[in-house]
């Protein structure tokens, strides 16, 4: 009887403020739909309690999971303040760790250890020398590192160095053997799989500045510059015009090395190789003083009469033709100009003694020319002695 009068209170109460358009009518609706909704909720909630559990804890696992492994978006990367990183081979995860913090890339160092662990990323870093952007999340780093940017080297092969030099040069600036370099150059099974018919690389790395990746080896840095040199022989033109002066490609690089060999000034490239062409189309020896240079031992020197006569096939002062190989790696300029000569009648040509050379048709010219040199040979040593 109690609770039936007290809800006929209520009931009254309502009709009260209802019936009156009270405007407090508004506010008791509104509180009273919230109890109403706050009994549901509570009725549903004991009821489904393991739903609505699962549903939280999905919920946070959610959140927590967008928070530690937010989605990788390598495109927005900003590479704009890249830092460059050395990770050496083998290193360790935490190795890797401090690496990285003492280069400012990385806060939270313990954090990425333990991600790269439970993710098994930790074995696909990349090492070498990497450009790592930063402000990258943990995640976010090491999914990177799978596949960085890698920090390029700029590397420059002077026209005309030999492969000794080269692999002094790939030593000193990429730090890889210089030894097994040249074992590589010199190994005929290698080469022949380059598609190099000859028993060594001597000409067939084309010298230019390149930009190589930290963590080259050595097997790849000749086969690039293998293939560079190929490239050169690719076009159809080249190809027309190796039957045409009837050479095949080993001869072109040969007598390019003599060219790269003799010429100081650009201009001078294709009137040197016209002279050789000459001379080879006539059967006369070529008489090319660089192929004694490269006989003799040591840095170029003052060729005398007994070396001239020194036993080789090198030696283009005792034998016809071209020599059994290149005697350097010629650049572009000097295979292109070997390819293709200057139309001339010049058979012969000598040093001008300002870094260019004087040619001529004849031998009487070529004396006077020669006689030329010799008075501004002596005049220098005149001028050295009073110095």
């Avoid at 060999?261 to 294709?270: C, F, I, L, T």
């Avoid at 572009?332 to 003694?353: D, E, N, W």
């Avoid at 870094?355 to 030329?372: D, Q, V």
């Avoid at 040199?373 to 005149?382: A, G, Q």
Wanted: proline letters at 5%.
């Amino acid at each position: 009887m109690a609770k039936r009068d007290q809800k006929q209170d209520i009931s009254l109460t309502l009709h009260y403020w209802k019936s009156s358009n009270h405007e407090g009518y508004f506010f008791i609706r509104v509180l009273f739909g919230c109890y109403l909704l706050w009994k549901t909720l509570v009725y549903y909630a004991r009821r489904y309690r393991a739903i609505f559990l699962t549903s939280g804890l999905i919920v946070v696992g959610v959140a927590i999971w967008l928070v530690v492994f937010p989605p990788y978006q390598p495109e927005k990367i900003n590479h704009r303040q890249e830092s460059t990183v050395f990770i050496p081979r083998g290193a360790s995860l935490r190795q890797i760790a401090d690496i990285l913090s003492e280069k400012g890339v990385l806060p939270h160092k313990d954090l990425f250890v333990f991600l790269g662990k439970i993710s098994g990323y930790q074995n696909r870093i990349k090492a070498g020398l990497l450009k790592v952007p930063p402000d990258l999340p943990p995640w976010h780093l090491l999914r990177y590192l799978q596949h960085p940017r890698l920090a390029e080297i700029k590397v420059t092969f002077p026209e005309g160095i030999s492969c000794a030099q080269m692999a002094g040069i790939v030593q000193q600036k990429l730090g890889l053997d210089s030894t097994r370099f040249m074992l590589l150059v010199r190994d005929s099974v290698f080469c022949h799989s380059l598609g190099v018919s000859a028993n060594n690389l001597q000409g067939y790395l084309l010298p230019e500045t390149y930009r190589f990746t930290y963590g080259m080896n050595e097997q790849e840095i000749i086969r690039f510059l293998v293939d560079q040199t190929f490239a050169v022989f690719r076009a159809d033109s080249v190809h027309w015009q190796m039957e045409k002066i009837g050479m095949n490609m080993h001869q072109v690089l040969t007598l390019a090395s003599i060219i790269e060999g003799e010429a100081m000034v650009d201009s001078e490239r294709v009137l040197i190789s016209s002279v050789y062409h000459n001379r080879l189309n006539r059967g006369w020896r070529l008489q090319a003083d660089p192929t004694i240079q490269y006989i003799l031992p040591g840095k170029p020197r003052r060729l005398l009469y007994k070396h001239l006569e020194i036993d080789s096939p090198y030696n283009t002062y005792r034998y016809r033709g071209l020599p059994p190989g290149p005697i350097n790696n010629p650049g572009r300029k000097s295979i292109l100009a070997a390819l293709y000569p200057a139309k001339t009648g010049y058979m012969y040509f000598v040093a001008s003694g300002d870094g260019g050379h004087l040619f001529s048709r004849t031998a009487s010219e070529h004396a006077r020319h020669k006689a030329r040199f010799e008075r501004v040979r002596r005049m220098v040593r005149m001028k050295n002695r009073k110095r």
